[in-house]
């Protein structure tokens, strides 16, 4: 474009207005014939490249924001991974409390009935589920009812509830309960 614009305005004076047509008529056979590209072509060439760039100054821009995401989702992750070992560490700790409570002896339940002769699994409180029924209503004998108390015969003792289902013997006039004397 610049060439054409400079015969352009070369001949445009005065004296070559009158050569100014074929003048330009000459740069353009100039131009096609050595393959050169035309003003209008060049002019497309350069509006298509400024939208490149434009285009590629967004992708940079998205690439940047992308980047920062990531950084913060690494950083949430790094932290989800220190709780996720600290809760691990917490469970091992945990384990090893209760496989320390069971080498310690705690008191297991027993896996069948209280009741001598009885052979069923427990339920609840250790008693097999008619036995246990019993006990509730009070009418099992050799058992601290639920309510804490014993009654033989005319005989009464009204017991802390938290001896309630321990089995008990009578020596004489003693009440027996774990090996205490009430």
């Keep these: 474009m610049a060439l054409r614009d400079l015969f352009s305005s070369l001949v445009s004076r005065p004296a070559g207005r009158l050569l100014e047509g074929s003048v330009r008529a000459l740069v353009d056979d100039l131009i096609r014939d050595h393959d050169l590209a035309s003003a209008a072509e060049v002019d497309s060439l350069r509006r298509t490249l400024r939208e490149f760039e434009a285009r590629a100054q ?5 690439l940047q924001e992308a980047q ?10 790094a932290a989800s991974d220190e709780r996720l ?7 091992e700790a945990l384990r090893q409390a209760a496989a320390a409570a069971v080498e310690v002896g705690a008191p297991a339940e027993p896996q069948t009935c209280l009741v001598a002769g009885c052979g069923n ?19 099992l004998p050799a058992f601290v009812r639920p309510d804490g108390t014993v009654v033989e015969g005319e005989r009464r003792w ?13 020596d004489g006039d003693r009440l027996l309960i774990a090996g ?3």
Excluded: E, I
């Excluded at 967004?58 to 998205?62: C, D, F, N, R, V």
């Excluded at 609840?124 to 509730?136: I, N, V």
């Excluded at 009204?158 to 009578?170: E, F, I, K």
């Design 68 to 77: 920062g995401q990531v950084s913060a989702l690494t950083a949430a992750l």
């Design 180 to 182: 205490k004397s009430y």
């Design 58 to 62: 967004a992708l940079q821009a998205g």
């Design 85 to 91: 070992a600290q809760a691990d560490a917490n469970l």
């Design 158 to 170: 009204n017991l802390h509830p938290d001896l309630a289902g321990q089995p008990y013997t009578l």
């Design 121 to 139: 699994p427990h339920r609840c409180k250790g008693f097999c589920s008619p036995h246990y029924q019993r006990w509730r209503r009070g009418t």
